[in-house]
T-cell receptor
Framework: DTAVSQTPKYLVTQMGNDKSIKCEQN?????MYWYKQDSKKFLKIMFS???????INETVPNRFSPKSPDKAHLNLHINSLELGDSAVYFCASSQGRQTDYEQYFGPGTRLTVT | RKEVEQDPGPFNVPEGATVAFNCTYS??????FFWYRQDCRKEPKLLMSVYSSGNEDGRFTAQLNRASQYISLLIRDSKLSDSATYLCVVSRLSQKVTFGTGTKLQVIP
Protein backbone atom coordinates (compact mmCIF):
# COMPACT_ATOMS: atom_id res chain seq x y z
CA ASP A 1 0.00 0.00 0.00
CA THR A 2 1.40 3.35 -1.00
CA ALA A 3 1.01 5.84 1.85
CA VAL A 4 1.55 9.05 -0.13
CA SER A 5 1.24 8.84 -3.90
CA GLN A 6 1.84 11.43 -6.59
CA THR A 7 1.03 11.53 -10.28
CA PRO A 8 2.66 11.88 -12.65
CA LYS A 9 6.14 10.72 -11.68
CA TYR A 10 7.72 12.53 -14.61
CA LEU A 11 6.41 15.57 -16.44
CA VAL A 12 8.11 17.17 -19.42
CA THR A 13 6.44 20.23 -20.88
CA GLN A 14 7.12 23.46 -22.70
CA MET A 15 7.33 26.96 -21.34
CA GLY A 16 4.00 28.70 -21.10
CA ASN A 17 1.94 25.55 -20.58
CA ASP A 18 -0.32 24.87 -17.60
CA LYS A 19 0.07 21.60 -15.71
CA SER A 20 -1.19 19.87 -12.58
CA ILE A 21 0.35 17.41 -10.17
CA LYS A 22 -1.88 15.26 -7.99
CA CYS A 23 -1.22 13.93 -4.51
CA GLU A 24 -3.15 11.50 -2.36
CA GLN A 25 -2.47 10.08 1.09
CA ASN A 26 -4.17 7.10 2.70
CA UNK A 27 -2.70 7.58 6.18
CA UNK A 28 -5.65 9.48 7.58
CA UNK A 29 -3.41 12.51 8.19
CA UNK A 30 -4.88 15.97 8.63
CA UNK A 31 -2.07 17.99 7.08
CA MET A 32 -0.53 17.89 3.62
CA TYR A 33 2.37 19.81 2.09
CA TRP A 34 4.01 20.68 -1.19
CA TYR A 35 7.78 21.04 -1.40
CA LYS A 36 10.10 22.01 -4.25
CA GLN A 37 13.59 20.51 -4.49
CA ASP A 38 15.76 22.34 -6.96
CA SER A 39 18.88 21.26 -8.82
CA LYS A 40 21.02 22.10 -5.77
CA LYS A 41 18.91 19.65 -3.75
CA PHE A 42 17.51 22.40 -1.54
CA LEU A 43 14.08 21.29 -0.26
CA LYS A 44 11.78 24.25 0.32
CA ILE A 45 8.23 24.22 1.60
CA MET A 46 5.66 25.86 -0.67
CA PHE A 47 2.25 25.23 0.88
CA SER A 48 0.56 23.38 3.70
CA UNK A 49 -3.10 22.48 4.12
CA UNK A 50 -4.85 21.24 7.22
CA UNK A 51 -8.30 19.75 6.65
CA UNK A 52 -8.63 21.70 3.40
CA UNK A 53 -7.55 24.96 5.06
CA UNK A 54 -4.41 26.71 3.82
CA UNK A 55 -2.06 27.17 6.80
CA ILE A 56 1.34 27.76 5.21
CA ASN A 57 1.81 29.80 2.09
CA GLU A 58 5.45 30.61 1.54
CA THR A 59 6.64 33.18 -0.94
CA VAL A 60 5.70 31.37 -4.11
CA PRO A 61 4.70 32.95 -7.44
CA ASN A 62 0.93 33.12 -7.78
CA ARG A 63 1.27 30.95 -10.88
CA PHE A 64 1.29 28.11 -8.34
CA SER A 65 -2.11 27.29 -6.89
CA PRO A 66 -2.78 24.44 -4.50
CA LYS A 67 -6.20 22.85 -4.30
CA SER A 68 -7.43 20.49 -1.62
CA PRO A 69 -10.78 18.86 -2.48
CA ASP A 70 -10.64 16.84 0.75
CA LYS A 71 -8.10 16.13 3.46
CA ALA A 72 -6.69 13.12 1.61
CA HIS A 73 -5.86 15.06 -1.55
CA LEU A 74 -3.72 18.07 -2.31
CA ASN A 75 -3.14 19.00 -5.92
CA LEU A 76 -0.76 21.58 -7.33
CA HIS A 77 -1.63 23.55 -10.44
CA ILE A 78 1.04 25.57 -12.20
CA ASN A 79 0.17 28.20 -14.81
CA SER A 80 2.46 29.61 -17.48
CA LEU A 81 5.36 27.32 -16.71
CA GLU A 82 8.86 28.80 -16.75
CA LEU A 83 12.30 27.22 -17.11
CA GLY A 84 13.00 27.94 -13.44
CA ASP A 85 10.08 25.76 -12.41
CA SER A 86 12.08 22.67 -13.39
CA ALA A 87 12.58 20.74 -10.16
CA VAL A 88 11.34 17.76 -8.20
CA TYR A 89 8.07 18.46 -6.40
CA PHE A 90 7.34 16.41 -3.30
CA CYS A 91 4.02 16.04 -1.59
CA ALA A 92 4.02 15.10 2.11
CA SER A 93 1.55 14.53 4.92
CA SER A 94 1.61 14.52 8.70
CA GLN A 95 -0.85 13.99 11.54
CA GLY A 96 -2.14 17.03 13.36
CA ARG A 97 -1.99 20.64 12.31
CA GLN A 98 1.52 21.49 13.34
CA THR A 99 4.86 20.95 11.68
CA ASP A 100 6.20 19.27 14.81
CA TYR A 101 5.20 15.83 13.56
CA GLU A 102 6.96 13.39 11.28
CA GLN A 103 6.23 14.00 7.62
CA TYR A 104 5.70 11.21 5.13
CA PHE A 105 6.77 12.08 1.61
CA GLY A 106 5.50 10.93 -1.74
CA PRO A 107 7.95 9.65 -4.39
CA GLY A 108 8.19 13.04 -6.07
CA THR A 109 7.28 14.44 -9.49
CA ARG A 110 10.23 15.38 -11.67
CA LEU A 111 9.14 18.39 -13.72
CA THR A 112 11.22 19.47 -16.69
CA VAL A 113 10.28 22.65 -18.51
CA THR A 114 11.84 23.08 -21.95
CA ARG B 1 22.62 33.83 7.84
CA LYS B 2 20.63 30.80 6.70
CA GLU B 3 17.98 29.53 9.07
CA VAL B 4 19.43 26.01 8.98
CA GLU B 5 23.00 25.23 7.94
CA GLN B 6 24.74 21.97 7.26
CA ASP B 7 28.15 21.03 5.91
CA PRO B 8 27.32 19.61 2.46
CA GLY B 9 30.21 17.13 2.56
CA PRO B 10 30.72 14.66 1.07
CA PHE B 11 31.92 12.72 4.04
CA ASN B 12 33.74 9.65 2.70
CA VAL B 13 34.24 7.10 5.46
CA PRO B 14 35.27 3.43 5.52
CA GLU B 15 32.85 0.76 6.64
CA GLY B 16 32.81 0.41 10.39
CA ALA B 17 33.84 3.99 11.03
CA THR B 18 32.04 6.44 13.28
CA VAL B 19 30.92 9.68 11.67
CA ALA B 20 29.20 12.75 13.06
CA PHE B 21 27.30 15.58 11.42
CA ASN B 22 26.27 18.89 12.90
CA CYS B 23 23.51 21.23 11.93
CA THR B 24 23.18 24.79 13.19
CA TYR B 25 19.97 26.80 13.36
CA SER B 26 19.64 30.54 13.69
CA UNK B 27 16.29 31.05 15.39
CA UNK B 28 16.25 30.41 19.13
CA UNK B 29 12.46 29.97 19.01
CA UNK B 30 12.87 26.71 17.09
CA UNK B 31 11.18 23.92 19.00
CA UNK B 32 11.20 20.66 17.08
CA PHE B 33 14.14 19.01 15.39
CA PHE B 34 14.50 16.03 13.11
CA TRP B 35 17.00 14.13 10.99
CA TYR B 36 15.73 12.83 7.66
CA ARG B 37 17.56 10.62 5.22
CA GLN B 38 17.31 11.02 1.46
CA ASP B 39 18.68 8.46 -0.96
CA CYS B 40 19.61 9.51 -4.48
CA ARG B 41 16.51 10.35 -6.53
CA LYS B 42 14.20 9.25 -3.71
CA GLU B 43 11.97 11.01 -1.22
CA PRO B 44 13.17 12.06 2.25
CA LYS B 45 12.34 9.67 5.10
CA LEU B 46 12.43 10.33 8.81
CA LEU B 47 15.51 8.90 10.48
CA MET B 48 14.82 10.18 13.97
CA SER B 49 13.37 13.01 15.97
CA VAL B 50 15.77 14.91 18.21
CA TYR B 51 14.75 15.36 21.82
CA SER B 52 16.18 17.75 24.38
CA SER B 53 17.60 14.87 26.37
CA GLY B 54 19.16 13.29 23.30
CA ASN B 55 18.06 9.99 21.86
CA GLU B 56 19.54 6.83 20.45
CA ASP B 57 18.23 4.33 17.94
CA GLY B 58 20.60 1.46 17.36
CA ARG B 59 23.75 2.82 15.74
CA PHE B 60 22.32 6.33 15.51
CA THR B 61 22.48 8.97 18.23
CA ALA B 62 20.98 12.44 17.96
CA GLN B 63 21.63 15.32 20.31
CA LEU B 64 20.35 18.85 20.73
CA ASN B 65 22.37 21.74 22.13
CA ARG B 66 19.99 24.65 22.61
CA ALA B 67 22.63 26.96 24.10
CA SER B 68 24.79 26.73 20.98
CA GLN B 69 21.82 26.17 18.66
CA TYR B 70 22.89 23.01 16.93
CA ILE B 71 21.83 19.42 16.58
CA SER B 72 24.08 16.51 15.85
CA LEU B 73 23.83 13.03 14.40
CA LEU B 74 26.34 10.31 15.22
CA ILE B 75 26.49 7.11 13.22
CA ARG B 76 28.52 4.25 14.67
CA ASP B 77 29.78 1.20 12.79
CA SER B 78 28.91 2.71 9.38
CA LYS B 79 27.39 0.37 6.81
CA LEU B 80 27.42 0.70 3.04
CA SER B 81 23.66 1.12 3.25
CA ASP B 82 24.11 4.28 5.33
CA SER B 83 25.31 6.10 2.19
CA ALA B 84 22.77 8.86 1.63
CA THR B 85 22.16 12.55 2.21
CA TYR B 86 21.16 13.45 5.77
CA LEU B 87 18.80 16.39 6.10
CA CYS B 88 18.44 18.43 9.25
CA VAL B 89 14.91 19.77 9.81
CA VAL B 90 13.86 22.50 12.20
CA SER B 91 10.31 23.47 13.09
CA ARG B 92 9.35 26.79 14.65
CA LEU B 93 6.00 28.02 15.94
CA SER B 94 4.57 24.66 14.85
CA GLN B 95 3.94 26.09 11.42
CA LYS B 96 7.35 26.98 10.07
CA VAL B 97 9.48 24.10 8.91
CA THR B 98 12.90 24.48 7.33
CA PHE B 99 15.06 21.79 5.79
CA GLY B 100 18.83 22.05 5.67
CA THR B 101 20.57 21.48 2.36
CA GLY B 102 21.83 18.13 3.57
CA THR B 103 25.12 16.40 4.30
CA LYS B 104 26.18 13.69 1.90
CA LEU B 105 27.66 10.54 3.37
CA GLN B 106 29.47 7.95 1.30
CA VAL B 107 30.52 4.77 3.10
CA ILE B 108 33.38 3.06 1.30
CA PRO B 109 34.06 -0.71 1.38
Amino acid sequence: DTAVSQTPKYLVTQMGNDKSIKCEQNLGHDTMYWYKQDSKKFLKIMFSYNNKELIINETVPNRFSPKSPDKAHLNLHINSLELGDSAVYFCASSQGRQTDYEQYFGPGTRLTVT
Amino acid sequence: RKEVEQDPGPFNVPEGATVAFNCTYSNSASQSFFWYRQDCRKEPKLLMSVYSSGNEDGRFTAQLNRASQYISLLIRDSKLSDSATYLCVVSRLSQKVTFGTGTKLQVIP
